[in-house]
């Protein structure tokens, strides 16, 4: 998840992704599934220019409340649940995946400073209690092992009551080459804490040898990999290419998550389905026998208030283009760990203390 | 000997470790390369002093470089730049901080380092030393003649490992199986922060199954037995002679005299005293004098 320079995100492939494409250009041709794929996930679309609605967002959920320790303001730290917190090493990516979420967000990384006063909240007495997982996204923090390393590190060191990290990577897809012994040593294993890879892998064209290979030593390492697919539109919106995906994942040992309904962002507006369309495909794909029930995803909206999966009456009203979302998160809970959070204004508070929000649905099938 | 580091790293974050001005992009750099190789995401440097007529076409085309030079090329090529009066030594300097490490060979020709041991920079390895496999060891640490490091042990920066000492050695744990002594497989490992310090001819056992922990800025004197599972809180001193046994945790800023023995499981509070040659069995509150066989509290410590 890369950010902006000077208001632009650039387009970026991988010199491996750059490299497949061209293979398939020639060996396949322009119309095939792979140029597809991989065109429809990296390749800049004008109509990312275009601004649909004004009601779209900048950044994908309301998480901008600013986090203090000792005085000092934390950059690239988010805490939106009770027991996770959420940390951003670098922006860095290596390549930039179009629907990203940070990239309306302005690059930036941390320096080693900056990442143990981040260890030493996440172990302070005021949240130690609370917290028990440290999830360390981006960007992609498998572009700089160093810098992984040390935060692991640091967390090893100031805050033991830390007892799964998660790391977002889609490094083995973008440029598997990277998966190398430097990088293995900083993900190796740690007495007393979990270490899980959650990736993203949306279709299974792009599960070529050289990416199954360093999926594989992630594996041979000791992780646990899990992966989080975004329903894209002309890219994996067909029961057939859901079910070869989360097939194939099964295979080489990844676990499915989250299938994302894709987000009311600016400049995506193309890549989105119907949030109908994408209980559809849940339902065919559950209920068809095609694939095991331990590889299905849970379909899931990131709204204002953070992630709802769509579970049978969540959606309680519609109002045009705009479906209002039961939540299970409570108001009181979220001013507890962050009294300085506000809610957003596309929510609610029900009277049993839950919180509804707004969601922007797309009528574009 | 050094060995290229993987890295990504903003060209802002190189202009600000250089103290210099980035000019263009902030561009995101994975490696430095020469002139005659260049590619994308790459750093260079342009010497206009060694390199007089350097052809600036050949930048065409690399949107996502950056430049080290003693001029403005901003009339010659579009990618971004930083000017500096020594591009040679900024370029070498980058390369230290952020894409070499250094490899065991310029350590004594005798010790013997696994190849799998993962050393920063800058470290010290005397004669006869042994590193083994799943050992870290952070920059600008140093690590006398003798000593042995085995087991999962990670080492942060500028530490120093006396001569003889052993760090990494088997718990002492056995439990009776009727008449039998069986030993428990001590398979846990040892995180030691930065800035500690371990006198010569001292050991640190590895944890049973968690790890034994040695906090930052932690002074430990020579002929100094650390048992597994320990916990020594950061800024502490453990002076010579002193015996730390299994699962005891001493807090912060603690002054362990010399001889003293620390129980198994016994929780020494931070800010306290143990005087010499005692010998505690039982938890010792914060900011406390003790000190006796047994030890007994015998004042309170709080500095004004």
Redesign the interface.
Known sequence: MAGQ??GIFKEKFSPFLRAKLEEARKSEGETSEIVRVIEGQYLKNPREEMIEETTERRRHYEADMPITHNGRQLRGVERLYRRVVLVEP?T?CAAHCRWCLRGQYP???LSEEELRWIAQYCGGKEVRDDIREVLITGGDPL?????L?FLI?AL??EAPNVKIVRIGSRVPIHDPE?V????L?AL?P???LRLEIGTHINHSAELFEEVRKAYRKLQDNGLRIYNQSVLLKGINDTEKELVTLFDELRYIGIETHYLFHCIPMRGMAHHRTSVKKGLNLIRNLTSSGDISGRCKPMFTAMTDLGKITLYDGIIIERQNDNILLNSGYKFDDRLKWNPLWKMPESASVTEDGYMNVWYRDSAND | MYLR??????AE?LAAFLGRRLIG????IYEPRSISAIQNNALLFIDNVWCKNFNYGRLDGFEDILVLTNEDIRKKAECAFIITDQPRLDFVNILHRFFV?QSAAAIHSSADIDP?A?LGKNIIVGPNAYIGP?V?IGDNTTIEANVVISG?V?I?KNCVIKANSTIGSEGFSFIFDRQKLQHFPQI??I?I?ENVWIGSNSTVER?A???T?I??DVKIDDLVQIGHNTRIGRSSQITAGAIICGRASIGERCWIAPNACIDNGVIVGNDSVIGMGSAVLKDVPAESVSAGVPAKFLRSNVKS
């Not at chain 1, 572009?143 to 810098?147: G, I, K, L, T, V």
């Not at chain 2, 992009?25 to 995101?28: I, M, Q, W």
């Open positions: 320079i000077k670098t860095a690059v930036m990384s572009m700089a092992p160093d810098r390393n590190d090893q060191i990277r190398e012994a430097n990088l040593h190796r740690r007495n007393g | 580091q993987q890295n990504a790293v903003y974050e992009e902030n561009v995101l490490k799998l993962v799943e870290s999962k990670s942060g846990g490992g995180v922060g944890a199954l968690d790890d922990i906090e930052n």
